[in-house]
């Protein structure tokens, strides 16, 4: 269960990254792949590492013409401990080999080195991973990063079932678009073991719950399920600050 951040130990800036504001649509494109990458902070570090993001990192972002996107994501509820996710767009891995190369003659231009900033963000975190997935326009609708919750549920499913899942979960997007269910999904090209991954957003935690009270009647959720080793959520919200196009 989520340890929470207490806010009196925070700047004044940093409660207003805290703070849940409407986004820019981020619905994906073909040929999208984006980059998570999940932090998990020293105890009352987490104000420094955002001052370094939105100090150092964001402008850099911000002038790469290479990457399509930007989201910060922070923990609501979640059963794995996390900080903060921040998700990166690109068209496709080759985007994202021409976006290491502009952001590393960008941050030279100003007198330092993208490994220098990433290492400042590394001395004040605990742990970290990268996933990346190649999303699937067909498989949602909407843009979930725009309402105040954002969950994301891993799969993984069983072996050779693949093409089995992504039928029934087309059925399942249909499903959602007509009830207005803002939802999007990627295929893992890096991972632990996971195969894809769904973004879905809600107005509320009450929200959350009838969504997977709704769905369990779906028979193409029930066929998903059946071919499902194992699943893993995370509910988070979009940090208004850390927001690129």
Not at 165 to 187: D, H, M, P, Q
Not at 196 to 204: E, K, N, T, V
């Amino acid at each position: 269960m989520r340890r929470f951040l207490s806010t009196a130990l925070l700047p004044p800036f940093a409660l207003t990254l805290l703070v849940a504001a409407p986004l820019r649509a981020q619905t994906p494109t073909e040929g999208e792949v984006r980059q998570l990458v999940t932090f998990r902070f020293l105890p009352e570090r987490f104000a420094d590492a955002l001052a370094i993001y939105q100090g150092e990192a964001l402008p850099l972002y911000e002038s790469d013409g290479a990457m399509l996107s930007l989201r910060g994501l922070r923990e609501v509820e979640s059963p794995e401990p996390l900080d903060l996710i921040v998700v990166r767009a690109f068209n496709g891995m080759s985007g994202m080999d021409r976006s290491n190369a502009i952001l590393s003659r960008l941050a030279t231009e100003r007198g330092t080195s993208i490994g220098a900033i990433y290492g400042s963000i590394g001395a004040l975190t605990a742990s970290h991973d990268d996933q990346l997935v190649e999303m699937l326009p067909a498989l949602g609708t909407g843009d979930p990063a725009a309402k105040r919750l954002v969950a994301l549920v891993w799969y993984r499913t069983l072996a050779g079932e693949q093409e089995q899942f992504e039928r029934s979960l087309a059925e399942l997007a249909s499903w959602e678009r007509r009830g207005g269910i803002a939802a999007s999904t990627g295929r893992f090209l890096v991972s632990d073991g996971w195969t894809h991954l769904r973004f879905l957003g809600f107005d509320s935690l009450g929200a959350y719950q009838q969504y997977w009270s709704d769905v369990a009647e779906i028979r193409a959720h029930g066929y998903m399920e059946g071919v499902t080793a194992v699943r893993r959520e995370a509910i988070l919200a979009p940090v208004a600050e850390l927001s690129i196009r």
